[in-house]
């Protein structure tokens, strides 16, 4: 489970994606490791300590790319003190796409 993005280009570009990153209340732990994959590439991995920004580049091809966010750990809980059953282990805050480099 994670988070799917649908790209289009018209031409081959690269995109920054930028976020703040916070760990869920589904680990008790604050450690989470994002892993992006691109167009079923191979994956990239981030390690995320608590809460941090963070900014990707993207090379992004002519057409379609399809762009997917995961986190490696699983949950250790299933159900919220609320009653909430969403794992929630990485909250992106303000997510946002800007042309350009890092």
Do not use: W, Y
Request: glycine share 4%; with cysteine; aromatic share 4%.
């Amino acid at each position: 489970m994670g988070l799917r993005l649908a790209l289009f280009s018209d031409k081959a570009r690269t995109v920054l994606f930028q976020t703040r990153a916070l760990a869920g209340p589904s680990r008790k732990d604050s450690v989470r490791t994002l892993v992006v994959t691109k167009n079923r590439e191979a994956p990239n991995s981030i390690q995320i300590r608590r809460e941090q920004d963070i900014k990707l580049e993207l090379n992004l091809n002519p057409g379609l790319n399809q762009i997917d966010f995961s986190v490696k750990e699983l949950p250790e809980c299933t159900i919220q003190p609320n009653g909430d059953t969403r794992e929630l282990m990485l909250l992106f805050e303000s997510p946002r796409l800007l042309p350009g480099h890092l």
